[in-house]
């Protein structure tokens, strides 16, 4: 990389921290409201650092990796739900729930079931959201932070440590993050969030241009192996695109009728994602406990100067989160159009990794289209690494030697390795393959699919079994800066710096808020006589505890098994979420609901979420879980309620100096996003 960049990249990540840092060097930890000031920065953020601050925890690698992978795959456009529904989930928190925080003063989210509800509901739902948070999002973050540093640096060293082994990468980022948040709080975050909040939006806006002026410029033969449009022959496409600019080239390869087309919002019934019975009522669930009641996210709102500013704060990242899907969905559609070959190159490099890591004879015998080339530089780590993997897997000699899955795709681009691997997935269950089965491979290759799917079935023994791709879709936007970004000009570091910087923020927000649950929630219980300091000496040294813990998971989330990271974060999500939002929405809107329905409402999802998905997991989308999981909890609270009402609703407590009064400006501009979002779903429904 050029110096320029370098200079960039370093000079814009020690000035946000640094800023960060300086803005919050004022919170007096050892005072009287010495965990307010750490962990709320003191209630003092106005309305822009709450709403770029919300948005620089919300947007980053999970959704430039992860959310861009699925939009490169077949999701498309449907996958920018997440992003314009959560726009409306935002003004009604704002006007619902926001008001009832903040005049009860609160410190996190569970604390407010123990006023409305019981104790128990607090902890219980302190622990499963501290369990939740650093297995999860935090783990998620790094990981996918480290996926762009692997992409970008490859060939690169930092002090001896090799930039493209995605541990050596979860460890940097974890470790910079949790310094970060260690030092400076809640205030430092926010400081820091309003410079990465911008420079995400602008990073993307760039990165979005670059990809269109590519496609603009691309060669047609070469785009048309990556049309979604069957019905439609190849001669016709080529004259299509010859004459087209970039915007017309894109709807032409993708806008195909549904299942094929990408540039939908709605996706049949049966998809295994985002359904459109999702858009009913399974992707409310996820968003109106992400930005209600996740405390992540709501920490900033809790640190609201005045209701008022938590309320303009709040719409504006409402009005911010209708850009995103521009930045972040289509580039990812783009990916697949421009670098078809970088993605399978991708999946060939994961998939000899997770191959060699556990089966070692059945990768010396694959062909060397499915291993990395070893007379490419791009791929000179990725062959170290797997003779480090073949090695370490041959003196460790596994005794149950895991099964291997693959997709239709991947037997029909790699016919005689997918036997290889399925002729292994056999011997392993002792089960022999139907002599005809090579003869009749070569005319269909889907064949291979279909047996080996199978012995998936057919297996009881509870091996664990590693899917392999055709191509790695969480490389999309990883594979488009590299290919995009001119070196020597400072735009490569600026962006770099910009989605590092994020990784960074999201984490400390992350590690922040945990350290935050479990100060306040848990430990002040036992030492109900705890001074503030040390409280905030509690929360610090958890922070290095969380971090230590995501950092051993995220590695793991490189193997294919996830299904990407955006499925990893959703489908655990499933387990908390329906519960939590139904308790709230009981808590704040029912007066005379039980106090026994927060602990019901907790304890009853994760039983009804862990039976639909052993169940039906193939067969229910887990959005459709989670709106089942939904409804069920919300008859069962409805009943309690009517044999068990509370004779009197329950008196919250007041912060008496707190102002909450309603902004007007924030309810006229709540209403425009609103408007917005309805008409950006009518023009790609």
């Known amino acids: ?74 999701l498309g456009m449907a996958i920018a739900s997440y992003e314009w529904m959560a726009a409306i989930t935002l003004v009604v928190v ?77 460890w940097i980022i974890g470790s910079l993050a949790a310094i970060y948040v260690f030092a400076g709080g809640l205030k430092a975050c926010a400081w820091a969030d309003l410079i990465q909040g911008a420079s995400l939006i602008v990073g993307g806006a760039i990165v979005a241009y670059l990809a269109l002026d590519a496609l603009a410029k691309a060669d047609p033969d ?51 994602e985002v359904p459109w019975t999702a858009l009913v009522i399974g992707l409310w669930i996820p968003n109106f406990f992400y930005w209600g009641l996740n405390q992540y996210i709501t920490q900033r709102t809790l640190g609201s100067k005045s209701l008022a500013e938590g309320q303009k704060g709040v719409v504006f990242a409402a009005f911010l989160k209708l850009l995103i899907p521009f930045v972040v969905v289509i580039p990812g559609i783009l990916a697949y159009n421009l670098f078809n070959h970088d993605l399978k190159n991708a999946a060939i490099v994961k998939n000899a990794k997770t191959i060699a890591t556990y089966a070692p004879d059945v ?107 055709l191509r790695d879709y969480d490389a999309a936007f990883p594979v488009l800066l590299r290919n995009l970004l001119p070196a020597g000009k400072g735009l490569k570091g600026f962006i770099l710096a910009a989605i590092w ?55 793991g989330l490189d193997d294919p098994a996830w299904g990407g990271i955006f499925t990893f974060i959703q489908e655990f999500q499933g387990f908390i979420s329906p519960g939590i939002l139904s308790i709230f929405l009981f808590g704040v809107l029912v007066p005379r609901a039980p106090r026994s329905a927060g602990t019901v409402g907790l ?36 009943f309690m309620t009517i044999l068990w009402p509370l004779k009197k609703p329950v008196d919250l407590p007041v912060n008496e100096s707190m102002n909450v009064e309603s902004s007007k400006s924030a309810i006229v501009f709540g209403g425009v996003v609103v408007l917005l979002t309805i008409a950006l779903y009518i023009i790609f429904w």
């Open 1 to 74: 990389m050029p110096a320029i960049d370098i200079a960039i990249f370093i000079g814009f990540i020690v000035s946000v921290v640094g800023i960060g840092l300086w803005k919050s060097r004022g919170e007096k930890t050892r005072s009287e409201h010495g965990a307010q000031n750490y962990f709320l920065a003191g209630r003092g953020l106005t309305w822009w650092l709450v709403g770029f601050s919300l948005i620089a925890a919300n947007i980053s690698t999970e959704q430039f990796v992860g959310m861009s992978g699925k939009s490169a795959d077949w």
């Open 94 to 170: 704002a006007f619902l729930f926001l008001p009832k925080f903040l005049k009860s003063g609160i410190y996190t989210i569970p604390e407010f079931l123990e006023y409305r509800f019981n104790a128990f509901a607090r902890t219980l739902m302190a622990i499963i959201t501290l369990i939740i948070l650093v297995g999860v999002p935090t783990a998620t973050v790094i990981y996918s932070g480290a996926k762009v540093i692997t992409v970008s640096f490859q060939g690169y060293s930092l002090l001896g440590l090799d930039l493209g082994d995605i541990t050596v990468a979860c």
């Open 222 to 272: 070469a785009l048309v192996g990556t049309a979604r449009n069957p019905d439609v022959t190849a001669e016709q496409l080529v004259d299509q695109l010859k004459n087209q600019g970039p915007i017309d080239r894109l709807y032409t390869l993708n806008q195909a009728k549904l299942p094929e087309g990408k540039m939908h919002m709605v996706r049949p019934y049966d998809d295994k």
């Open 363 to 469: 990768y010396d015998s694959l062909s060397d289209n499915l291993k990395p080339p070893a007379n490419e530089a791009l791929f000179a780590n990725d062959v170290k690494a797997i003779a480090k993997r073949l090695e370490s897997a041959r003196l460790r000699q596994q005794k149950k030697i895991p099964l291997f899955q693959f997709t239709e795709i991947f037997a029909k681009g790699h016919p005689q390795d997918a036997y290889i691997i399925l002729k292994h997935n056999a011997s392993k269950m002792h089960v022999n393959l139907p002599d005809s089965l090579v003869a009749r491979m070569e005319d269909n290759p889907s064949i291979l699919f279909d047996e080996n799917t199978k012995l998936m079935g057919a297996d009881t023994t509870g091996t664990k079994t590693h899917e392999l791709v």
């Open 501 to 555: 910087g994020a990784v960074v923020s999201s984490l400390a927000s992350m590690l922040n808020s945990a350290s935050t649950i479990a100060s306040m929630d848990l430990y002040r219980k036992i030492r109900s006589n705890a001074s503030q300091y040390e409280l905030v000496t509690v929360g610090r040294i958890c922070v290095v505890i969380f971090v230590l813990i995501a950092m051993f998971i995220a590695p």
């Open 603 to 638: 304890l009853l999802n994760p039983i009804l979420y862990g039976f639909l998905m052993w169940q039906w997991q193939d067969e229910i989308a887990f959005l459709n879980r989670m709106a089942i999981c939904f409804g069920a909890i919300l008859v069962v609270l409805t």
